[in-house]
C-alpha cells in the first residue's frame, strides 16, 4: 500500500534537548497508525513537527510524495493534513452543527456577494455544506445534538465535535493527538467506532494515545517513541511483545 505520509528522519530540539531524534516511518494510504510512548517521549513534538505547528531542525515531511516540510499548518491542512489538539477548541457559542461547517472554510468561496445577495449557487453550496455537516455528525454519532450549542455538550462529545470539524476540510489524513484523553470507557468505544468508521471511508490516521486498549483496538501499526526516539514500529502484536517497548514502559 502507498504511503500517504513519509517522515524522514525527523529531529526538533530546544536548546541542548533533543525532543525528536532522527525518527523515520510512513504512515499508509489507509488505516490506523498509533504513536505511542511514555510521557516526554517527544509525541507531541513530532506531531507538531509533522503538522507545521513547529519547524524541524533537520529530516523531511513528504505528503503524497510532495516535500512540505517547510508549509505552515494551514498551506499543510489545504494540502489534506489535518490535525485536532489535546485541548479542545470549539466555538463555544456555535452549535455542533455549526461548528462543523466552520471546517468548510478550506474548501468553500463565498464572499460578501455571496453573503449579502445569495446568488443560487451560494444556496446550493449552503444546502451542501448543511447536508455534509449533519453526514460528519452522523459519522461521529451526535446527530441527534446537531442543534445542541457546544458550550452544553459533555466532554466527550465536544471531542469527537473537533473531529467531525476536521473532517470538514475533507483530509486525506487525519492527525488526532490524545483523542481519548478524558473520556469514559463507553465514550472511548464511541471514538473507536468513529476512528474505525473514518478509516474504512478512506482516511488515514495518525494518533498519539495512551490509552493502550483503545491502540491496540484499532490501530494497524503502532510506532513507539522513547527519549525522542523510535525505537519500535510494527503491528500492535509485535510492538507489545518488543523487548525494547516492554523496558521503555517498565523500567
Not at 502507498?2 to 532522527?22: H, Q, W
Not at 472554510?105 to 445577495?117: C, N, P, Q, V, Y
Not at 446550493?124 to 461521529?140: I, Q
Not at 446537531?146 to 473531529?163: D, N, V
Request: a neutral charge.
Amino acid at each position: 500500500m502507498s504511503a500517504i505520509l513519509e517522515v524522514k528522519n525527523a529531529t526538533r530540539s530546544f536548546g541542548g534537548l533533543v525532543a525528536v531524534n532522527d525518527v523515520s516511518f510512513s504512515v499508509p494510504s489507509r488505516g490506523v497508525t498509533a504513536v505511542i510512548g511514555p510521557n516526554g517521549a517527544g509525541k507531541t513534538t513530532l506531531f507538531n513537527v509533522i503538522a507545521g505547528t513547529i519547524s524541524a531542525n533537520g529530516g523531511t515531511i513528504l505528503l503524497n510524495g510532495e516535500d512540505v516540510t517547510d508549509f505552515k499548518p494551514e498551506a499543510k491542512a489545504a494540502k489534506g493534513l489535518v490535525r485536532t489538539f489535546q485541548l479542545v477548541k470549539l466555538f463555544q457559542d456555535l452549535t455542533a452543527a455549526e461548528n462543523v461547517k466552520v471546517g468548510f472554510h478550506l474548501k468553500t468561496h463565498g464572499g460578501l456577494f455571496a453573503a449579502l445577495f445569495q446568488p443560487a449557487w451560494a444556496r446550493a453550496a449552503e444546502r451542501n455544506s448543511e447536508k455534509t455537516a449533519a453526514d460528519l455528525l452522523d459519522l461521529v454519532g451526535l446527530s441527534k445534538v446537531a442543534q445542541t450549542s457546544a458550550s452544553i455538550l459533555p466532554y466527550g462529545q465536544q471531542r469527537l465535535l473537533e473531529i467531525a470539524r476536521a473532517l470538514a476540510c475533507q483530509p486525506s489524513i487525519l492527525l488526532l493527538d490524545e483523542p481519548a484523553a478524558g473520556l469514559n470507557a463507553e465514550e472511548s468505544e464511541r471514538l473507536a467506532r468513529a476512528i474505525r468508521r473514518i478509516a474504512a471511508d478512506g482516511t488515514a490516521v495518525l494518533l498519539i494515545e495512551h490509552d493502550m486498549k483503545l491502540v491496540m483496538d484499532i490501530a494497524d501499526d503502532v510506532v513507539v517513541l522513547d527519549y525522542g526516539r523510535k525505537i519500535a514500529h510494527g503491528t500492535p502484536d509485535a510492538v507489545r511483545n518488543d523487548p525494547a517497548v516492554l523496558a521503555a514502559y517498565l523500567g
